[in-house]
């Protein structure tokens, strides 16, 4: 890191390299290094920014810019300028899951210099300018400055510089020690403070509020039963809502259920319908068939002479069968019947043919034993297929003295 210093020491008091005119360049500047009292240099070149440097090895030039900066401030504080003291806030975590108490409201708490979000926070003390009685620089084993140390009163404050990243890179001061500490942040005025003479930056600690801020300060403590107050009435209100906002989601889910069934039951219902309408009117065609063969059955015994008068429910009323076996006839069938002329004769009778029924009927009364073998087959397998034929069969074969059963 080039760095460039513009703090030297000069009778004891701070001189800026902006302080110094051109004719007391190199050595006449009559400086020492802040940090290690080697005799300094002016450098006031045409090329480089003008700074101080140790004319021999001297001590490290981040040590002499920090003791430089140091004793800026300390100087500004002797002469009785007042310093800026920013605003106390205490911000606070709020949460719906939980609550603060005295057993953690330490962890959840911070101290602010200006507000981010007023809901969240508790201004203890407003910003003030306050004139202090004394000052020193605190420094540490190696003699490096750490903290002032300025008192008024029975009052001290511990502040802490950061210098420009030019210098050194550095995270966010710290506590010094058990002292309120309070942050000077000018990480970001480096060529500021290289440019600027003694009198401006004394001006610029005056009036600049934006490079103070509070690190520690014990006064929050008194913050802590508001805090707590304020906490757990954010918790019982973000708890009541949340009860109600799951109460109504609760309550909408259970709508969108019943809503959901009473959909489902409507199309079952629809289903229902469909399928009872479905059947009645599969039976009234059911019907209609049955009716229409009813029908057929009566045209075609009008027409043919058949040997039923109609079909009711599942019984047939016979008529002209009694007719055809009233007598048994005397004439003898010669002609031996085999399988497919019994199938004929009871084709005959499916079509309700009455001659057929006649011809079977005599030759059962002149039948056979391989005949009525034949025809007691032809019964049997009738029986679960055809009971209607089957039933006309059972009839003819009781008037022609058959033993079926």
């Known amino acids: 890191m080039d760095l460039r210093n ?14 110094i005119p051109q004719s007391m360049n190199g050595q006449r500047c009559g400086c020492v290094c802040p940090a290690c009292k080697d005799i300094f240099e002016a450098r006031m070149g045409e090329i480089r920014r003008h700074h101080f440097a140790h004319s021999g090895k001297g001590c490290s030039e981040t040590n002499a810019y920090i003791a430089g900066l140091y004793m800026l401030l300390n100087e500004y504080l002797s002469s009785g300028q007042p310093l800026y003291m920013p605003p106390v806030i205490v911000q606070f975590d709020l ?133 707590i107050m304020r906490s757990k009435t954010y918790y019982d209100a973000a708890q009541a809502r949340i009860k109600k906002e799951t109460e109504e989601r609760l309550a909408e889910e259970k709508r969108l259920e019943e809503a959901r069934k009473a959909a489902e039951a409507e199309k079952q219902a629809a289903e229902a319908r469909r399928l009872e309408k479905q059947r009645i ?32 429910g599942s019984r047939y009323i016979t008529k002209t069968l009694d007719e055809i076996t009233e007598k048994r006839p005397y004439s003898n069938i010669l002609i031996e019947f085999s399988r497919s002329n019994f199938e004929k004769a009871i084709s005959d009778i499916r079509e309700y043919k009455q001659a057929g029924v006649s011809m079977l009927y005599t030759k059962m009364c002149f039948i056979s034993l391989a005949e009525t073998a034949i025809l007691l087959q032809i019964y049997d397998e009738l029986k679960s297929t055809e009971p209607d034929t089957a039933e006309v069969l059972e009839y003819l074969m009781d008037k022609s003295g058959i033993v079926y059963k």
């Open 95 to 227: 949460s719906e899951y939980y609550y603060l108490d005295e057993t953690n409201v330490r962890d959840h708490v911070r101290i602010l210099s200006r507000s981010k979000d007023e809901k969240r926070e508790i201004v203890l003390y407003t910003s003030k300018y306050v004139q202090f009685t004394a000052s020193k620089i605190m420094t540490d084993s190696d003699n490096k400055p750490v903290a002032l140390l300025a008192a008024v009163a029975d009052k001290r404050l511990a502040i802490r510089i950061t210098p420009p990243d030019t210098v050194c890179k550095r995270s966010s001061a710290s506590q010094y020690e058990d002292y309120p500490t309070l942050e000077i942040d000018l990480s970001d005025e480096g060529e500021r403070i290289q440019n600027s003479p003694k009198s401006e930056l004394f001006k610029y600690f005056m009036n600049t509020h934006e490079i103070y801020h509070w690190v520690f300060n014990p006064i929050i403590e008194e913050a802590f039963p508001r805090v």
């Open 281 to 312: 009117a599969a039976e009234a065609k059911k019907a209609k068939a049955e009716q229409e063969k009813r029908d057929e059955a009566r045209r075609i015994h009008e027409e043919t002479g058949g040997y039923i008068s109609g079909k009711i």
């Open 6 to 19: 513009p703090f030297g020491l000069k009778d004891g008091q701070i001189v800026m390299i902006e302080d």
